[in-house]
Nanobody, 115 residues
Framework: QVQLVESGGGLVQPGGSLRLSCAAS????????MDWYRQTPGMQRELVAS???????NYADSVKGRFTISRDNAKNTVYLQMNSLKPDDTAAYYC?????????WGKGTLVTVSS
């Protein structure tokens, strides 16, 4: 069992930056993928960025060049650095892990981009 805890959300003006963190409750071994998803009311959850245990990253077209996913293995933590934020980035952001075929989700952190 793994618990994921997100932090770092908040209110930011357009053009600003935020860094989200996702801390796992234990070391993840083997092949895994950790992702950031986001969701707005009435919409499906969408994949924002992912990183594999091998370090391969992938991004949604809407965030390429603005968001960066990274990890700190010593802290069992994945980060999402979000720059040049737009109002359309406003959403609840969720951390997700899939390892050995099991899915884990965090409870989410809210990001609001507004002037």
């Amino acid at each position: 069992q793994v618990q994921l805890v997100e932090s770092g959300g908040g209110l930011v003006q357009p053009g600003g930056s935020l860094r989200l963190s996702c801390a796992a409750s234990r070391i993840i071994s083997g092949f895994y993928i950790m992702d950031w998803y986001r969701q707005t009311p009435g919409m499906q959850r969408e994949l924002v960025a992912s990183i594999t245990s091998g370090g391969t990253t992938n991004y949604a077209d809407s965030v390429k060049g603005r968001f960066t996913i990274s990890r700190d293995n010593a802290k069992n933590t994945v980060y999402l650095q979000m720059n040049s934020l737009k109002p359309d980035d406003t959403a609840a952001y969720y951390c997700h892990l899939i390892v050995y075929g099991v899915n884990y989700w965090g409870k989410g952190t809210l990001v609001t981009v507004s002037s």
